[in-house]
């Protein structure tokens, strides 16, 4: 069920390769160096009167190896574009590839599968299991996805987010920045494709916000993973290589290398066509 698609042959070129391969229109990166591709992705909540957009055929290619923040008005489709992608919900119609194969169309069970062993995800609440100490949060995935435990990588892992004399602790005696850099370290041992971040800054402090986001760059640059993060926050956005920004469900634009001051006034403006076309 998850083939390669005749897109992504079709689309792959020689010497079509490099790190800044974003956005809609996905040229610019060869196949091989697509880590997720969305084509035509809609998503409707509701029927008839009550009928709402959320995704209106968004069309999108992300180069292995990249950090995209993704930004937008309320409303504007951020969280349903991150479920979409990540496989945890299911678009009405396109095409979501992860490395070229495809996720979307397979059964429940197919999809639990292919979520598991190639997709990562840090949440704004942490989501970790309070009964379970910080190793044990940290090996669940590869437990569920009956996968190897590599104890001395484990360690290795949560050792370079900081937290490797944390080891036998439980989440609620930590901090919330250690917690979500535990959601961090559990993300990344199951070496998966794209790791999806969900207001990972949301509930943290300045200090522990800007460990995590740079944790996120590492996964990137150290790590080679592709990192997706639905962020608020300019200064958090100012940390990826890359934005792509939402409005009314549809791509609204994108910017390489962002600045703080950049991404707030972009952002402003889009309020502003939103409220207009209102
Ligand atoms: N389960 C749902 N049922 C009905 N409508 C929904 C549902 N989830 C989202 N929506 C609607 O879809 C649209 C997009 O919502 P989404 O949560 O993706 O936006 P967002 O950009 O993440 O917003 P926010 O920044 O406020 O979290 C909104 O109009 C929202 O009201």
Redesign the pocket.
């Known amino acids: 069920m998850f083939r390669r698609t005749g897109t992504d042959r079709r689309t792959h070129s020689k010497g079509d390769h490099g790190k800044g391969a974003h956005g809609a229109g996905g040229h610019g990166a060869g196949a091989a160096d697509v880590a997720l591709r969305l084509v035509k992705v809609s998503k409707t ?2 029927s008839d009167d009550s009928a ?1 957009t ?2 209106d055929e968004v069309t999108l290619s992300l180069a292995r190896g990249t950090f995209t923040a993704v930004m ?10 991150l ?1 979409c992608a990540a496989g945890l919900d299911r678009p009405d119609s396109g095409i979501v590839t992860v490395d070229g194969a495809e996720m979307t169309g397979g059964t429940e069970a197919e999809l639990t599968k292919f979520r598991r062993n190639r997709i990562g995800f840090v949440f704004q609440q942490y989501n970790l299991l309070d009964t379970l100490t910080v190793a044990q949060n940290t090996v669940l995935p590869l437990k569920l996805a009956r996968r190897r435990v590599n104890r001395d990588r484990v360690r290795e892992t949560l050792t370079a987010v900081g937290l490797g004399d944390r080891l036998g602790h439980r989440p609620d005696q930590l901090s919330g920045g250690q917690r979500q850099r535990v959601a961090i370290a559990r993300a990344l041992v199951t070496e998966p494709s794209v790791i999806f971040a969900d207001e990972p800054t949301g509930a943290l402090d300045t200090r522990s916000a800007r460990d995590v986001l740079r944790l996120l760059q590492d996964a990137v640059r150290v790590h080679g993973r592709t990192v997706v993060m ?1 962020t ?1 926050d300019p200064v958090a956005a100012s940390y990826a290589d890359a934005v792509l920004f ?1 409005a009314d ?1 549809r791509l609204a634009g994108e910017m390489r290398r962002p600045t703080v001051d950049a991404v707030a006034e972009r952002l402003a403006h889009l309020g502003d066509d939103v409220m207009a076309g209102a």
Do not use: E, R
């Open positions: 909540y509701g709402v959320a995704l937008g008005p309320s409303g504007s489709g951020k969280s349903t574009l479920q639905v608020h939402l469900g």
